[in-house]
């Protein structure tokens, strides 16, 4: 028996499990490969699923939306929730002192998961939103946690890194150097590398009972990351020692917190 042709919401999964198997995001192009489709059909179906939140689109790459995540939340975690409790007072302090966009951050596998976010007076468009995932190799507080995790770190290095924007860092190598230096300094930036004029900078949040990840990490890994946004990354200087400060009592807060 000939099966029935497929029907558009047929071809409309058909692009939403290309754009689930592309963890770092797929281009229009790349997702009309990966179906079959044409390129005019496989954008009109990207329009009807970001319509509904089943994908986003940052750049000129699709990634899965705020709908799936609503449909498959980040698992309920005893530790998440403990990190948020402790920490939000944290990132409200952050929020006084900055008056910019704040959020706080942890790792999901190799994604960053937001825990809370304060909106700034003039917010910057941005993708991140409590509950939801973005690559950790593309943003402040991603870098800022991957740096401290080497287990982590080499996932992300060996899966694809997609230029989400010309400054993303795209290449193993350079990502490494990049994680080097931030475990010196105790800190990350942003320099709009997953949206174009949006510049973070973010610092490492310890546990002192943390498990270790390896003498890279000096024995210690990150569990949750804050950050500051900006618009101009010339206002990241001034953002950045507050932010470290704010990071560093709240890990002291964490740890006691036992």
Known sequence: MTPPPASPVD??????????????GLTLSELARATGLAKSTTLRLLAALERNGAVTRIGQHYRLGPLIHELDPIPVSPEYERIRRVLTPFLAHLFEATRAT?????????????LNKLHGPRPIPSPSRIGGGLPSYCTGVGKAMLAFDDEAAARVARGPMVAWTD???????????????IR????????AELTP???????????????????????TRAVAALSASAADGS???RLEPL????AVAAGRALAADR
């Open 197 to 219: 004029g949006l510049y973070c900078v973010a610092a490492p949040v310890f546990d002192d009972d943390a498990a270790g990840s390896g003498p890279a990490a000096g024995g």
């Open 167 to 181: 400054t993303t860092v795209t290449s193993a190598d350079a990502l490494a150097v990049e994680l080097a230096e």
């Open 235 to 237: 206002a990241l200087a």
């Open 184 to 191: 010196r300094r105790r800190r990350s930036l942003d320099n």
């Open 11 to 24: 071809r409309a999964f058909d692009v939403l499990r290309a754009t689930a198997a592309g963890s770092g």
């Open 102 to 114: 704040v959020h706080l951050a942890t790792l999901h596998r190799d994604e960053v998961v937001y």
């Open 243 to 246: 932010v470290t400060r704010v």
